[in-house]
Every structure is written in structure tokens, then in C-alpha cells.
């Protein structure tokens, strides 16, 4: 397969959706994004990586780190975690408190806000948030194989100050004894992690080993074990886009897990990752365009969990 024309093709065929949707307007950085960014990036095996578009722009990734972030506090805490938030898919949007308040402070999964603030909490399991925000950022940069990889200082202010909603999610799960760690604190990791800054191909690059059982197909690293690798890609699947992750599953059919800041990552087991980035979302918060341009490459390239 020409991997190469395939990214070009795919883009030709969204060009139609470029600036459609609406960025993310509620936090203000995110806002003074050019809503007709479009990139495509397909990262394989051997590491390679093909590009299209603005694949070289980096962008926050906003909740995709919540997949990195989870790795990590797997790590750290085991199968504990999963008395503190669920693996169920939420159908509420990614920052809604009805839900966390009738589960008694127990986020429903991970990937929502409520979920990857109780994730932070246990990344930084006793230590500091500086310290925990400094290891995400290693896996990312290792991940990617690149140094550049950086948080973007702009974006993390930006989610400090209109971060209202997460403080009330945050002290909502810490009333019903659900942190560990100071609120403020915990909260620190989460908008900085939210603001990291990455482009497709190093986004691609860097999550290449969900693709492969845990492993990283060029480093050879046993970055994690492959049974954690699988149910990261489950919950990708399951609850990565919020209550539009059913949707994306019948029109796409890979695990993923979407940003506001209008990238999209998807993980195609045993071939590579796919990342798309267009800032304009539609109204579950997907980026509107980069789901267009999933679902033209899977009609393309058959490509699919469902086969």
C-alpha cells in the first residue's frame, strides 16, 4: 500500500470540510486557532511516518493525553485504579457533574474529565505535581522520539482561567473521598497535560506502541505490558469520544480518542496509528473534518476492528 498517496488522497477527499465546525470557543487560546488547519499523519511498523497537510503544526492535544496519562497511572497503582473511576462509556458529555453526582463521586471512565482528574490524582500518588507533570512529559518525548515535545505555556494558563467546570468536578469527587491529593494540585497536572503540544507525525509516533501489543515496533521498548495495551485500546473504542463514541465506532471503527483542540488519534492494531487534526468541531466535540478524514481512509484501506 502507498501509504504516502493514501494521506494525500484522503486529504483531497476532506478538502470540502476544511473550517467547518466550531473550535473550541470556552477556553480562550483554543478560540484563536485557525479553524482551517487540516493534517493527516499515518504512522507503521518500521516507524515511518506519512504525512499530509499541516501534519508538521503542533497543536494542543488536549484529551488525548488522557490515553498517556492513563498508561502511566497503570503503572503506578495497578488494577487499583479502577476503584476510583470505571470503565463503563459515560452517553453524557466529557465535563457533565449530573452523572459523577449519581455514582457518588466515581467518574464512570478515564476518559472523561471527571475520570482523567482521578487519573492525575494517581499518577502523582503522594509525590508532587511538578513531578508528575515532568514524567508525562518524558513518556511523551521518549514515546515520540523526539526532545521538542513541549507544554505549551499559553494553553495551560488559558485552561487555568476558564477551568470553572473542572474545579467543580475536581472538589465534587474530592468530597466523596475520591482524592488523595490537594485539588489545586491535582488540577495543575490536568491542565498542563491538556496543553501539551504536539504536531500528527509526533503524535502518531508516540502511540505507536498501543498498535503493537505494548510494544514499540522501532525501539523495541516493552513500554507496557499487552494486556494493558488491549484495554486502553478497549476503552479508546468504547468511551474516547464521549458521547459520540458510538457514533464513531459504526462510521470508523478503530479505537480512538479525540481532543477539543481538534485532533484525533486512532490506533489500527497490528498495522500503525492514524492522527488527524482539524480545530473545527462538531457538536459532541470531534474534530468535525479529521472524522471525515478517518472515515474516507478506513473506506479506503478496509481498515477496521469489525472484520
Known sequence: MDLQKLVDDVLKDVEVYRGHGEVASYIPALKAVDPRKLGIAVA???????????????????????????NLALDHVGATLWNHVGREPSGSPFNSIVQLEAEKGKPRN????????VVCDNVMNHGTADEAVSEILDFMRERAGDASVAIDANVAQSENQAGFLNRSLAYFVSAFGNLRN??????????????IAMSCRQLARAALYLAFDGNDPVTRDAVTISSRA???NALMLTCG??????????????PGKSGVGGGILTVVPGFGTVVVWSPGLNSAGTSLAGAAALEKMVERTGWSVFV
Open 110 to 117: 478515564p476518559l472523561i474529565n471527571a475520570g482523567a482528574i
Open 230 to 232: 488491549r484495554r486502553i
Open 182 to 195: 490537594p485539588v489545586e494540585d491535582v488540577l495543575s497536572i490536568y491542565f498542563r497535560q491538556c496543553a
Open 44 to 70: 507503521a511498523e518500521d516507524g515511518s511516518v506519512y504525512c499530509a497537510g499541516d501534519a508538521e503544526e503542533p497543536f494542543s492535544i488536549q484529551s488525548i493525553s488522557k490515553v498517556f496519562m492513563l
Open 241 to 254: 469520544h464521549y458521547d459520540n463514541s458510538g457514533d464513531f465506532a459504526y462510521r470508523i471503527g478503530l
